[in-house]
């Protein structure tokens, strides 16, 4: 799944010059991407027009993204983490784009 965000101070800073409304036009967040880009004119919607196409939804992606899970190996993942000596590991299952990050029997991915 696509994802760009502009640079930008931190979210208090952020809002305390420019206010609201600047935030969400220029959100820093790239975890926001699906919502920013729905933003005519923001940065993000610049980026994916220019990257993409300026008629080309985030949906196109999803096909890809979800073919992509289904060689998901977390055997591989969890070795990987044992082996930089990770101690503490927090998957998300589900973003705020409605996808699930791997395939699941307790959701269905469509």
């Given at each position: 799944m696509p994802g760009w965000?502009?640079?930008a101070a931190g979210l208090r800073d952020v809002i305390a010059q420019h206010g609201d409304i600047y935030w969400f036009v220029h959100n820093p967040y790239a975890?926001?991407?699906?919502q920013s880009m729905l933003i005519e004119s923001s940065p993000t919607w610049r980026y994916h027009a220019k990257t993409y196409g300026e008629n080309t939804p985030y949906d196109t992606?999803?096909?890809q993204f979800t073919e992509?899970?289904?060689t998901w190996n977390p055997e591989?993942?969890?070795d990987l983490f044992a082996r930089v000596g990770a101690r503490y590991v927090v998957l998300t299952t589900k973003h705020h784009d409605d996808l699930l990050l791997w395939p699941s029997r307790m959701a269905k991915i469509d």
């Open positions: 965000a502009p640079r975890e926001w991407y699906c992606f999803v096909t992509s899970t289904r591989a993942w969890a």
